[in-house]
C-alpha cells in the first residue's frame, strides 16, 4: 500500500501577527511548522503503515518554495519513507485551484493507493485543496476524518460533523482529509533527524518533471481564478444591548421584537 | 569560521525543544516539590532516542556527534535540571567508558540495553572521604579466581538505585594510589551491592541520589574495564567528556532563567510601567544574555573540538567551569528581577538558582576545573 500525505509548510499563526496598514501577514521572524491538521495526516499515515507492516510506504508531497525542504525532513524524521518537494518559480502564486492541479500531478506522478491531506490550513484556512485534488484524480473522497482503517481492498473512515459521526467506506485508491483529532504526532528521533539528511533525500518535481500531467494555463499566478480582494482582521462583536430589571413577560417580548427587528423570526 | 548550526542540528534542536517543552517541563515542579525520580520521562526518553545520541547506530545508539547530544542537555537544562542531570549520568558518565574502554563482549552486552534506554546507568567515583582526591578511595576490590570481592561505600551517587548498570571505581591496589584504581562494570542485581538511603538534595531534587554500599559483593572479573590499575585514566577521560554535558546543562539553566525573566519583566508593572523599562531591568538581562551566549560558544567550542578528534580537555573544563558560575549568576540575578514573587516556590525561578548551584560542584568542582586548565597550562 503506498500512502501520500500532501502537506503544507505555514507560518506558526500563533505568533502571526497583520501588518497594519497592509492588512497582510508579517511573515517575517514567525517559524514556520508543518500545517497541524497535515502534521496528524502523516501520524496518521505512519500508524496505518505500522499497523498494515505489510511493507506499505508513506511518501510526504509538498508543493512550495525551497524553503519547504525542512518540512519535508521533520515529516522523514517522524519516519516517512520519500519526499518530494514540487516547487518552481511557475508555481507561484497559485490558488487553491492552481495549487490542487499542481500537487494533483504530483501525486499522479508519483503513485498512490490513499491520499492524505490536513483538513485546511492555519494560513488559508480554505479546506478546498484536499478534495479539489480528489476531484483532479478523479478518486472518492472523504473529508473530516477521526479515524481511519484498512480492511481487505476498503478503507473505513470515521467522519465527524459538528453533530454527529458517519461510518463510511471507500474503495482503494481513495482520498482523506485528516482533522487534528485524527492523531496526535509523534515527536522526531534523534535518530530519525540523522537518517532525514543522510540517508533519505527530498526529491524536487519542477514544472519541466509536471508540465504533461496539467494544463499549464491553469497553475501559478496567471492560472489562478480567485485574487484576494480583501483581507482584514476580524473585529470584536460588541459588548450587546443590556436590559435591565424587566419582569419575565417583558423580557420575552423585548426578545421577540428584536428578533424580528433583525428579521431572524 | 562559520558559527551557524547544520541543518542536522537545527532539526534536533526542534525536536529536543518541542520533547523539553511538551513532556519535561510539565513534570519539573512537580518533581522537585516530591523529590520524586521521574521514571515515566526517562521512558519517553528512550522512546526517542535521547539517551544514546553521540553513540554509533550497530550499538543501538542514534549515531549522532557530541554537539547533538549537549545540545540535548542544554535543551532539558532549560526547563528541567533534574532530568538533564539523570540524561548525563547514563550518557556519558556510564555509557562512555563502557564504549571507550571496553571490551567487545562487554560492548555487546551493556550497550544495546544502555543506549535504547531499556536500561539506565550510572557512575561511581566519590566516596566520604574521597571527593576530589580519588586517590584516597577506599572501596577495595580484591581478586580471588574469576571474580573479584567488593567491599566499601560510594557516595553522592546520581541514579543511584534506578540505574541498572553501574560503572564503579575501585582500589585494587592502595600502595599505587592513582594507579591502584581499577573500574567495574556492576549490575545492580549483584549479590552484596545495595542502596543506601535517598539523600535530600537543596536542588535538582527529582534526580536519584544515594549510597553505594559493596559487602563482599561478587564482581566477575570479566567486568573489569580496560585493565587491572587502569581506572584512574578511564575515570579522567570519562570525566573530560561529561565536563562538556554538564556545562551544558548548566548553561541550560541559566538559558532557562533568562527566558522566563524576559517575558517577566513584560508583564510585571512596578511605578506605572513594566519593569523592562526600567534602565537597571535592561542593563541586567543585557549582561546576563552576554555572559549566557559567551558561555555557548565555549560549550559548543568544547564539543566541536572532541567531535573533530582535537584535544579538548582544556576546553571542557573551561566549559564547565564557565556555565557553571554563569548559571549561578545568571539564577540569582534573574532572581532579583522577579523580587518577592521570585522567592515563591510557585515560580519556576527559585528552583532553578537551587539547581544551579550543584552544577559548580558535581563532576568536579570549580576549583578542581581550576587545577585541570592550570595542569593543560603547564602553570606548576
Redesign the interface.
Known amino acids: 500500500m503506498k500512502i501520500v500525505v500532501c502537506v503544507k509548510q505555514v507560518p506558526d499563526t500563533t505568533e502571526v501577527k497583520l501588518d497594519p496598514k497592509t492588512n497582510t501577514l508579517i511573515r517575517d521572524g514567525v517559524p514556520s511548522i508543518i500545517n497541524p491538521d497535515d502534521k496528524a495526516g502523516i501520524e496518521a499515515a505512519l500508524e496505518l503503515k505500522e499497523k498494515l507492516n505489510d511493507g506499505s510506504t508513506v511518501t510526504i508531497v509538498s508543493m512550495g518554495p525551497p524553503q519547504a525542504d525542512?518540512a519535508l525532513?521533520?515529516a522523514l524524521?517522524m519516519g516517512a519513507d520519500e519526499a518530494y518537494l514540487l516547487s518552481d518559480r511557475k508555481f507561484g502564486g497559485s490558488d487553491t485551484y492552481a495549487t490542487s492541479t499542481i500537487v494533483a500531478a504530483g501525486v499522479k506522478k508519483i503513485g498512490f493507493d490513499i491520499v492524505i491531506t490536513g483538513r485546511q490550513a492555519i494560513d488559508g484556512d480554505t479546506a478546498q485543496v484536499g478534495p479539489q485534488i480528489a476531484e483532479h484524480l478523479g478518486v472518492p473522497q472523504v473529508s473530516y476524518a477521526e479515524d481511519i482503517n484498512v480492511e481487505g481492498n476498503k478503507v473505513i473512515v470515521k467522519r465527524k460533523y459538528e453533530d454527529r459521526e458517519h461510518i463510511l467506506e471507500l474503495p482503494i485508491p481513495c482520498l482523506i482529509t485528516a482533522l487534528s483529532e485524527l492523531a496526535t504526532p509523534r515527536?522526531?528521533?534523534?535518530?530519525?533527524?540523522?537518517d532525514?539528511?543522510r540517508a533519505k533525500e527530498v526529491k524536487v518535481l519542477t514544472f519541466e518533471d509536471l508540465k504533461d500531467m496539467f494544463n499549464p494555463d491553469y497553475i501559478g499566478l496567471k492560472g489562478s481564478p480567485t485574487n484576494v480582494f480583501k483581507s482584514f482582521p476580524k473585529q470584536a462583536k460588541g459588548k450587546g444591548e443590556f436590559y435591565p430589571d424587566l419582569s419575565a413577560d417583558e423580557a420575552v417580548n423585548t426578545i421577540v421584537t428584536k428578533l424580528e427587528e433583525k428579521h431572524i423570526i | 569560521m562559520d558559527f551557524a548550526l547544520s541543518k542536522e542540528h537545527e532539526l534536533l534542536q526542534k525536536l529536543y525543544r518541542e520533547f523539553a517543552e511538551n513532556e519535561v517541563k510539565p513534570l519539573a515542579q512537580e518533581i522537585d516539590e516530591e523529590e520524586r525520580f521521574p521514571r515515566e520521562t526517562v521512558e519517553k526518553l528512550a522512546k526517542y532516542g535521547l539517551l544514546g545520541i553521540a553513540y554509533p547506530v550497530e550499538y543501538g545508539g542514534q549515531g549522532a556527534d557530541y554537539l547533538a547530544y549537549i545540545m540535548c542537555c542544554e535543551e532539558m537544562g532549560k526547563v528541567c535540571a533534574t532530568t538533564a542531570t539523570i540524561i548525563g549520568a547514563h550518557s556519558t558518565l556510564c555509557v562512555y567508558p563502557i564504549f571507550t574502554f571496553g571490551t567487545e563482549e562487554q560492548k555487546q552486552k551493556y550497550l544495546p540495553d544502555l543506549l535504547s534506554g531499556r536500561k539506565l546507568g550510572a557512575f561511581a567515583l566519590t566516596e566520604p572521604g574521597a571527593g576530589s582526591d580519588s586517590s584516597m578511595q577506599q572501596t577495595k576490590a580484591v581478586k580471588e579466581g574469576d571474580h573479584y570481592i567488593l567491599n566499601g561505600t560510594k557516595c553522592f551517587i546520581t541514579n543511584a538505585g534506578e540505574a541498572d548498570v553501574y560503572v564503579v571505581s575501585t582500589m585494587t591496589d592502595k600502595s599505587k594510589g592513582n594507579h591502584g584504581i581499577t573500574t567495574f562494570i556492576i549490575d545492580k542485581d549483584t549479590p552484596g551491592f545495595s542502596f543506601g538511603k535517598h539523600e535530600k538534595k537543596m536542588g535538582i531534587r527529582g534526580s536519584a541520589t544515594a549510597d553505594l554500599i559493596f559487602e563482599n559483593a561478587i564482581v566477575p572479573a570479566e567486568n573489569v574495564i580496560g585493565t587491572e590499575g587502569q581506572g584512574f585514566k578511564i575515570m579522567m577521560k570519562t570525566l573530560d567528556a561529561g565536563r562538556i554535558s554538564m556545562g551544558a546543562l548548566a548553561l541550560g539553566i541559566g538559558e532557562g532563567a533568562f527566558d522566563i525573566t524576559v517575558k517577566y519583566v513584560k508583564e510585571r508593572k512596578q511605578f506605572g510601567k513594566h519593569i523592562a523599562a526600567f534602565q537597571n531591568t535592561k542593563f541586567e538581562l543585557a549582561d546576563i544574555k552576554t555572559k549566557l551566549d559567551a558561555a555557548q560558544l565555549i560549550c559548543y567550542k568544547a564539543a566541536c573540538e572532541k567531535d573533530a578528534g582535537r584535544p579538548y580537555g582544556l576546553y571542557a573544563a573551561e566549559c564547565k567551569y564557565l556555565c557553571a558560575a554563569t548559571a549561578s549568576d545568571v539564577t540569582r540575578r534573574c532572581l532579583q528581577l522577579f523580587g518577592g514573587y521570585g522567592y515563591m516556590r510557585e515560580y519556576d525561578i527559585e528552583r532553578m538558582m537551587r539547581d544551579a548551584k550543584i552544577t559548580e560542584i558535581y563532576e568536579g568542582t570549580s576549583e578542581v576545573q581550576k587545577i585541570v586548565m592550570s595542569n593543560h597550562l603547564n602553570i606548576r
Open positions: 525542512v525532513r521533520e524524521a515527536y522526531m528521533s534523534v535518530k530519525g533527524v540523522m532525514a539528511y
